[in-house]
């Protein structure tokens, strides 16, 4: 499976785990799409607006309407090119060409050229340094500093010229946008206020023709794709904060593709002879943060500041048996920030790795003065305040939920090294208010369990350390200038070898500071139905990068 940021699917009326949210116009959602040809599809997802400039939690379905110029789909298969069907890089690794397609047309039939990706480029590139830099969405300035210029040579013909050398015009995960619609936005509406509201324009197969908050995304077949009107009519994403329903929509037969399920449903599912279920290693990240701020926005307890205390934490957590148990199976335990996904980057980091051991993790905080002085069963820490823990958790847009039996065997086994775990569940919301940068309000927290789901890139690898992330990917608040001229070096570094090198070394030096224990790498579990709709491909076909295979379905 190709994996990407947020994928986000759709489902029927009010199966929503009897909920509040009143879907769509039930009798649509609820139809068959052997009837109207509409694919139907689900998946945990908390989308807030369409403006791909403004928030992280929209990936899908502005990536079924926006194409990046490149992107990671592009880059694994010759059959799912973007907005530039091919590309180049000279010999001094600084000067890019790429070719866009002939004729290629936005959905409201204007040309769309190689001047609409010039523009894109520059209108991030434009924001860098002002008070609305666009750093906040999808669509943000990272990596841009390094590029020298960026212009349209002509309307097929698109040139990026970089400082030094790096792999970010063909990784960055940019969505091209047409200029006849985003010149007229100013940078402070573009993070904030613009909604980008449907019907949006785009090159993409579906374009996005309705949205509800909380409820769906409607997406209707482009008539100027480049390659060829879609052979389905559209598609429909109901939006849930629970795959409870994602199962029962899927053997009803009123859910044709669904992800994110539970290993209880993947089991369930996979007896159904007209349901076909996939699994696969995707980018995600399930992490404990621990809250290093100091003064605004700072835990309950310094202790939470110190590396002693937190590496110690580290050996009361059993990722194998949070696989085992909360998962059933289906992930790889965690181990440093870089997932199995990424292959060219992964390690065991054998030499360093802590074993679980509470013998151990006792032994260290004592060793770092955490003592129960007083016999209560409580660790105190400098300050002599008994150590009290508020873990906050929740479901974060457009990642695999976690299940809660994973933040219980933590807390659980940290209250039997003597410190007690009170465990408050967010809607995403609010788990976004709070993890939010202590400047902005956020803060105040001790423990965070949550998820991260950006691409194998090492700039995205290292992500969750970038100092400039804090508040955002970096919910830890963790700084540290070694890691920050580390992730700098290797956003500038074409050789795989010495990229692989950088990465290692950072990898470590956050897995020994422990802003954060990797807890797994959760498989992407789906399921879609075989009877009214054809070419999913195989098994772990589909894409968590792109639109692939939803500009190709057919019907039976």
Not at 88 to 95: E, Q
Not at 384 to 408: D, F, K, R, Y
Not at 426 to 439: D, I, K, Q, Y
């Amino acid at each position: 499976m190709n994996m990407l940021p947020v994928n986000r699917r759709l489902l029927i009326k009010a199966m929503l785990l009897g909920s509040a949210a009143p879907l769509l116009a039930s009798s649509v959602a609820l139809a068959s799409s052997c009837g109207d040809q509409i694919v139907r599809m689900a998946a945990i997802w908390a989308a807030d607006t369409m403006n791909p400039f403004a928030t992280w939690s929209s990936f899908w379905p502005t990536a079924f309407t926006y194409d990046p110029l490149v992107g990671m789909d592009a880059q694994r298969h010759r059959d799912r090119r973007g907005f530039a069907k091919e590309w180049s890089v000279a010999h001094d690794n600084l000067t890019w060409t790429f070719k866009i397609w002939p004729g290629m047309r936005w959905s409201d039939g204007q040309p769309a050229t190689a001047r609409d990706a010039a523009f894109t480029y520059n209108y991030l590139r434009e924001s860098i340094g002002t008070p609305n830099e666009l750093n906040v969405g999808w669509n943000n300035a990272a990596g841009l500093e390094n590029v020298e210029s960026i212009r349209a040579i002509d309307d097929e013909t698109l040139q990026i010229v970089t400082k030094l050398p790096t792999r970010w015009p063909v990784n960055n995960a940019v969505l091209i946008v047409p200029e006849h619609i985003w010149a007229k936005i100013s940078h402070a509406d573009a993070r904030n206020t613009f909604r980008n509201d449907p019907p949006l324009v785009g090159t993409g197969p579906m374009i996005v023709s309705e949205f509800q908050p909380g409820q769906f995304v409607r997406l209707a077949s482009n008539k100027y794709f480049r390659m060829g009107q879609p052979p389905m009519a559209g598609m429909i994403l109901n939006l849930f904060n629970t795959v409870d329903p994602i199962a029962q929509g899927l053997k009803s037969g009123n859910l044709d593709y669904g992800y994110g399920i539970t290993s209880a449903q993947w089991e369930d599912l996979s007896n159904h002879s007209d349901i076909r279920v996939g699994q696969s290693r995707v980018e995600q990240r399930n992490y404990l943060a621990f809250n290093t701020a100091s003064g605004e926005g700072a835990g309950s307890t310094k202790a939470l500041q110190d590396t002693a205390f937190r590496d110690a934490i580290g050996y009361a957590i059993d990722q194998k048996t949070i696989v085992d148990r909360a998962f059933r199976g289906h992930a790889d335990p965690g181990v440093g920030v870089v997932m199995p996904a990424a292959t060219d980057y992964y390690s065991e980091l054998s030499d360093i790795r802590r074993r679980f051991d509470l013998a151990e993790a006792a032994r260290r905080l004592d060793a770092a003065g955490y003592l129960d002085t007083n016999g209560d069963g409580l660790r105190e820490d400098e300050e002599g305040n008994s150590l009290q823990l508020e873990l906050i958790t929740g479901a974060s847009g457009g990642g695999l939920e976690i299940p809660i039996a994973a933040v219980q065997l933590v807390a659980g086994w940290l209250g039997q090294i003597g410190i007690p775990v009170s465990v408050t569940q967010l809607e995403t919301g609010a788990l976004g208010a709070r993890t939010a940068a202590p400047a902005n309000g956020g803060g105040g927290w001790d423990l965070l369990v949550s998820s991260t789901w950006l691409s194998p890139t090492p700039h995205d690898i290292l992500n969750l350390g970038n100092s400039k992330g804090i508040g955002t990917n970096n919910t830890s608040y963790w700084r540290n200038d070694k890691f920050d001229s580390l992730l700098s070096e290797a956003d500038v570094t074409v050789d795989l070898a010495k990229s692989k090198q950088l990465v290692d070394e950072a990898t470590r030096l956050i897995y020994t500071q422990a802003p954060y224990i990797m807890l797994c790498y959760p498989f992407l579990l789906d399921a879609h139905r075989t009877d009214c709709i054809q070419g999913w491909g195989t098994e772990d076909a589909v894409s968590m990068w792109g639109y692939f295979p939803f500009d190709r379905l057919r019907p039976v």
